[in-house]
Every structure is written in structure tokens, then in C-alpha cells.
């Protein structure tokens, strides 16, 4: 009856992680079952998906929000013509400000401005948090109280980090946005033109 029981819980999570589009906390997989799985059993069973699934073009990982099957590098390059819609192209600007903020945060809009030695546009922050990737957590008790930025828990799941402090070398962090996900400058424009859309384009 335990093994039937085991068996049941272990077919139910692999079909819920493999449904659902975003990451399932150990709490809600838990309660997939009733009575609720313990901890310790719970993690029995994501050790034998990931066992099942290895060699495979998923993965089970473990994000900062949950778990969750996600593409291997090579299939996603093998798949990614597959896709409807392009992955965004985003310019210089934006991956410069989402490093700042990754790894300097807390930081204001003006530290930003500071380090870069260039305006920020509006629509750079904009599009970051549009991507999910950035948000307001506070503002800064300083004169006008300047909102300050901060990365996301989707920013650390879409990158496949379980914390901050995973972050690699600064020079390495091209390698965790895929290709895809970047353009070269054109131009070397000592500040940001307003009009910037944040995907590399001028209006």
C-alpha cells in the first residue's frame, strides 16, 4: 500500500512540474497529496525524477521559487527555430543597466547614471521590468527620495540561480542571457537618446 501510495505521489508531481509553466514550491508539490508528503519524501521523489530525466532535453532544476523541467542548452539551440515569436534583442543600455543593478543592489537610478557616465532612459528601466527582471523595493532616504532597484526572484529563475549570491564574474554574465538575448552596439553615443525603446532601437 506504501509503494502504491509512493508511486501515485511520484506520477502526480512529475505531471504537475511538467505542466505547469512557472516554478512549484516543495510546499505546493508537497500538497499535491493527501495526507501531505513530508519533506523528506518529497525530496526522494524530485531525486528520482531528476535521475529519470537525466540525459534528457529537460532537466528538473531547482529555482529560486520552486522546481521546475526546463530545456537543456543544447535542445533550446536546437528547438529555438521552433518558436513563434523572436526572443528580444536587448541593446547595450539595457544588459549594462541589469548588471549595475544585479550585482550593485540596492541601487537608484542615479547610481546607475553614475556608473555608466550616461543619462538612463526611462524606457531601458521600463523595458527590464516589463521583462520581470527588475523592480522598485524602496526608496532611498536621501533628497527626493530616489526609488531604488533591485532584481527579481524571475530574474534568478530565468538565469537558473537559486540565490544572488550565484552570480558569476561580471564578464561571465553574458553567458547566463542567451545569445539571442543581445546585440552589438552601433554606435558609440556618449548618452541615451530619449526616444531609446530599450531593444536597440532609435525612433
Not at 501515485?8 to 504537475?16: G, M, V
Not at 555608466?116 to 527626493?144: M, N, P
Not at 538565469?159 to 554574465?173: A, F, G, I, R
Request: aromatic share 6%.
Amino acid at each position: 500500500m506504501t509503494e502504491s501510495f509512493s508511486s501515485s505521489a511520484e506520477t502526480l508531481i512529475e505531471a504537475a512540474l511538467l505542466t505547469q509553466n512557472q516554478s512549484l514550491s516543495e510546499r505546493a508539490l508537497r500538497h499535491l497529496v493527501s495526507p501531505p508528503l513530508s519533506a523528506d519524501k518529497l525530496i526522494d521523489i524530485l531525486e528520482t525524477l531528476q535521475c529519470r530525466w537525466q540525459n534528457r532535453a529537460l532537466k528538473l532544476v531547482q529555482t529560486h521559487e520552486g522546481w521546475r523541467f526546463q530545456l537543456t542548452g543544447d535542445a533550446f539551440e536546437r528547438l529555438s527555430h521552433l518558436e513563434v515569436q523572436r526572443t528580444p534583442r536587448y541593446s547595450r543600455a539595457v544588459l549594462e543597466t541589469l548588471a549595475i543593478i544585479a550585482y550593485q543592489q540596492p541601487v537608484t537610478r542615479g547610481d546607475i547614471e553614475a556608473i555608466r557616465g550616461v543619462a538612463v532612459s526611462s524606457t531601458v528601466l521600463q523595458t527590464l521590468q516589463d521583462r520581470g527582471w527588475i523592480e522598485i523595493i524602496g526608496q532611498r532616504d536621501s533628497l527626493g527620495r530616489p526609488n531604488l532597484w533591485a532584481t527579481t526572484g524571475d530574474f534568478l529563475s530565468d538565469l537558473q540561480l537559486s540565490d544572488l549570491n550565484q552570480l558569476p564574474p561580471l564578464t561571465e554574465l553574458g553567458e547566463l542571457i542567451l545569445p539571442d538575448f543581445t546585440e552589438p552596439a552601433v554606435s558609440n553615443h556618449t548618452a541615451e537618446e530619449p526616444s531609446d525603446d530599450g531593444l536597440g532601437t532609435q525612433k
